[in-house]
């Protein structure tokens, strides 16, 4: 079965829904919407850089132009978890802060292909994240005698 355009990607509590739009002033550009809940907000600030907080410039292909933009820093143990495929636009500054983003686009296709790698994106930041917090074991060595 096909996924829709209008899906909500939960896992958990952590939400994220992407919504498609026309705007008659741009009738050449499709937009996608990016809203995340709370919890997903929250998981892509605590996978921002410390170290360093420069932004870093970017740009995004549309299909026809390019879209300058600027992202944090990402912790690279959370970084090397991610696939390549749009994973700078996770971490744009105004997704981060605000929890929306909205991005234009030139096709259908390009539009389910961005999802697809968003949500897998998603999917990997919030599993590394729980995964990282979870770890807590003790290993008790007994010799025998």
């Given at each position: ?5 209008n899906e909500i990607k939960s896992i958990g509590s952590y939400k994220v829904k992407f919504k498609a739009s026309f705007d008659v002033e ?56 991610l696939y390549n495929d749009y994973k700078d636009i996770l971490f744009t500054k105004t997704l981060v802060d605000t929890g929306e983003l ?44």
């Amino acid at each position: 079965m096909p996924e829709s355009i209008n899906e909500i990607k939960s896992i958990g509590s952590y939400k994220v829904k992407f919504k498609a739009s026309f705007d008659v002033e741009s009738e050449d550009k499709i937009f996608l919407s990016i809203q995340l809940t709370d919890d997903v907000k929250k998981i892509l600030q605590d996978a921002k850089s410390s170290i360093n907080t420069t932004l870093v410039e970017f740009t995004y292909n549309d299909g026809s132009t390019y879209v300058p933009l600027k992202r944090y820093r990402v912790k690279d143990w959370i970084n090397s978890s991610l696939y390549n495929d749009y994973k700078d636009i996770l971490f744009t500054k105004t997704l981060v802060d605000t929890g929306e983003l909205k991005l234009p686009f030139t096709s259908i296709s390009r539009i389910e292909s961005f999802i697809t790698a968003m949500k897998e994106n998603f999917r990997r930041l919030i599993e590394t994240m729980l995964k990282a917090t979870r770890i807590d074991q003790t290993i008790n060595y007994n010799p025998a005698r």
